[in-house]
Each structure stands twice: as structure tokens, then as C-alpha cells.
T-cell receptor, first 115, second 113 residues
Framework: AQSVTQLGSHVSVSEGALVLLRCNYS??????LFWYVQYPNQGLQLLLK??????LVKGINGFEAEFKKSETSFHLTKPSAHMSDAAEYFC?????????????FGTGTLLAVQP | DVKVTQSSRYLVKRTGEKVFLECVQD?????MFWYRQDPGLGLRLIYF???????EKGDIPEGYSVSREKKERFSLILESASTNQTSMYLC????????????FGPGTRLTVL
């Protein structure tokens, strides 16, 4: 069974600083991995996804994530935080193949950006 | 522009009431999902549907049922609302199989008194 663990339920960075949000997954076979963002009072929006085409995945708003099989990680990074990045971020995993495969979400990391 | 809409943003109900949460998508997606979001627990899947009149239980189906009579509409039903069902409810839809993107509605914050 798949699962994801997000280390740190709250992360605070200064504007302009590096953003690093951690996600580790558990899966018996290479999965699909996703990062979603939820801005206040909104639904979730896809930031990026890993499908095996490339281990470094670029997403919207300057975010990227690197799939590291040896570390079973898919950490999200952004070189320079902006105030508008303040939101909750969710890592998610699903197995390959099968329309009924479920998306399993982590517990989320709330990112605060200080001026 | 793709869109998933939910019938209410905020809802207050009393214990024992029957509650209907409606979700509509305009993207002709086969798959639709209902999640519950609670602080510290992330999103948990309640039910999903991969076709009209088809449904499958998710991880926390107890106390909930669903209905999908038309492709674009997926309803979540709380037969007898309880205070522990106070939560944020999110609907999503997806075309085809993973790794297709799930598109989310804005959520319904339900309070059961």
C-alpha cells in the first residue's frame, strides 16, 4: 500500500529565502507523485507531478521537485519565497495503472512567509 | 476554463438532519471524488465514482453515501448528521486514469451542531 509522510506541519521562511518542503513516500513499485497547493479558502491546485519522464520536475510558480528513488523522497523546493506562496502544500501518491487507483495525500505542510 | 463547483461554501446543520452536498463538473470527466479535510489529517477519501451509477468506498465511508445519476453531478449524503462530521468537504474530478490531474472544487465547510 502506498503512503506519504510530510515532515513538518508548519514551515516558516523569510521572503526571498529558499523554500524546502519534505515528502517521503512508501510504495512497493515506482509510483506517481504529486504536489498540490491550497490557498486560503480555496480548493487544491496541482503544482507538479512525477510520472517517470524526468526525475527533476518543474511546476507552476517557480516550484520544482526531485524524485530520488534511493531516498524515497519527492521534496518540493523554490529558490526564493514570495509572500504569495503562503499556503498549505500537500504531497500525494498513487499507484500506476488502473482508473480506480486512489490518490493518497499526506497531512500537509502550512508554509508561512515572513516579510 | 475547467470548473468544479460545490453547492455551498458554508453549511450549518443540526445533529440528526439529512444533509446533501452537491458537486458539479463541466469537464465531462468520468471520475469524481469526495474527500474530507481535517487539520493534521490531510485529505481522506470518502467515496469515488468512475462512471454514472458506479461508486466505490474510499477510506472513511462510514456515515456517508453518494449518488451519481448524471455524469456531471456527484452528491454526498449524510443520512443522519453527527457532530464528528463537522469538517471541510472537497469534491474533485479527473479524466481517465492516473497520473491525470484531479481538479478540485472550493470546498464546503460543514458545521453540525
Amino acid at each position: 500500500a502506498q503512503s506519504v509522510t510530510q515532515l513538518g506541519s508548519h514551515v516558516s521562511v523569510s521572503e526571498g529565502a529558499l523554500v524546502l518542503l519534505r515528502c517521503n513516500y512508501s510504495s512497493s513499485v515506482p509510483p506517481y507523485l504529486f504536489w498540490y497547493v491550497q490557498y486560503p479558502n480555496q480548493g487544491l491546485q496541482l503544482l507538479l507531478k512525477y510520472t517517470s519522464a524526468a526525475t527533476l520536475v518543474k511546476g507552476i510558480n517557480g516550484f520544482e521537485a526531485e524524485f530520488k528513488k534511493s531516498e524515497t523522497s519527492f521534496h518540493l523546493t523554490k529558490p526564493s519565497a514570495h509572500m504569495s506562496d503562503a499556503a498549505e502544500y500537500f504531497c500525494a501518491v498513487t499507484a500506476r495503472g488502473g482508473a480506480t487507483n486512489k490518490l493518497i495525500f499526506g497531512t500537509g505542510t502550512l508554509l508561512a512567509v515572513q516579510p | 476554463d475547467v470548473k468544479v463547483t460545490q453547492s455551498s461554501r458554508y453549511l450549518v446543520k443540526r445533529t440528526g438532519e439529512k444533509v446533501f452536498l452537491e458537486c458539479v463538473q463541466d469537464m465531462d470527466h468520468e471520475n469524481m471524488f469526495w474527500y474530507r479535510q481535517d487539520p493534521g489529517l490531510g485529505l481522506r477519501l470518502i467515496y469515488f465514482s468512475y462512471d454514472v451509477k458506479m461508486k466505490e468506498k474510499g477510506d472513511i465511508p462510514e456515515g456517508y453515501s453518494v449518488s451519481r445519476e448524471k455524469k456531471e453531478r456527484f452528491s454526498l449524503i449524510l443520512e443522519s448528521a453527527s457532530t464528528n462530521q463537522t469538517s471541510m468537504y472537497l469534491c474533485a474530478s479527473r479524466a481517465g486514469s492516473p497520473p491525470g490531474e484531479q481538479f478540485f472544487g472550493p470546498g464546503t465547510r460543514l458545521t453540525v451542531l
